[in-house]
């Protein structure tokens, strides 16, 4: 069964930490000094929360899979849902966790992931949307083959795969 996702960019990790514990009457699943995120059941969400640069608010939206099989099954939707121009990342390590996966972005601009995550991971992030730092939502993703997305940034020194500065 496929788990809704949300990512939040915030300015300050202690009192978003407080808050939504609070809100969701749990500690985070996964905290680091960055990062933090809570795998609820009830609602079925992956909800993270970072401090790795760009403006507060939403990053991006998600489906997370939990068998190969829903992973296509969401490719093929986002591949239909977006005139093909999904962006196969492929394999991945972001927000603390090695996955399988691909984006499209929305007519409003919003960059939605979907993923496999397979292991946890020590690092933030990497992968093909990042040349050095973690990059990892794209803001547009390119028709151009294998052409990197405009990429949308995680940390605030993070260069995108065409060479510019992601965060500003």
């Known amino acids: 069964m496929k788990r809704f996702h949300v990512h939040i960019a915030v300015d300050d990790l202690a009192a978003n930490i407080d808050f939504y514990s609070k809100l969701f009457g ?6 680091k000094a960055d990062y933090a995120k809570w795998m609820l059941d009830d609602p079925r969400i992956n909800f993270a929360i970072s401090s790795r640069g760009g403006a507060s608010g939403v990053d991006h ?4 899979a939990e068998h190969p099989e829903e992973l296509s099954a969401l490719e093929a939707h986002a591949r239909d849902a977006s005139a093909d121009t999904l962006f196969d990342q492929g394999e991945a390590a972001c927000c603390y966790a090695r996955s399988e996966k691909h984006w499209v972005v929305d007519p409003q601009g919003i960059a ?30 390119s028709t151009a083959g294998d052409a990197p997305p405009d990429v949308g940034c995680c940390a605030s ?12």
């Open 112 to 141: 939605w992931e979907h993923f496999l995550s397979m292991a946890d991971t020590e690092t933030f992030g990497g992968g093909r949307l990042a040349k050095t730092g973690d990059c990892c939502s794209p803001r547009s993703v």
């Open 157 to 168: 020194e993070a260069k995108t795969a065409v060479g510019g500065s992601c965060c500003g």
């Open 26 to 31: 749990q500690r985070p699943s996964k905290h």
């Open 61 to 64: 939206f998600g489906m997370q």
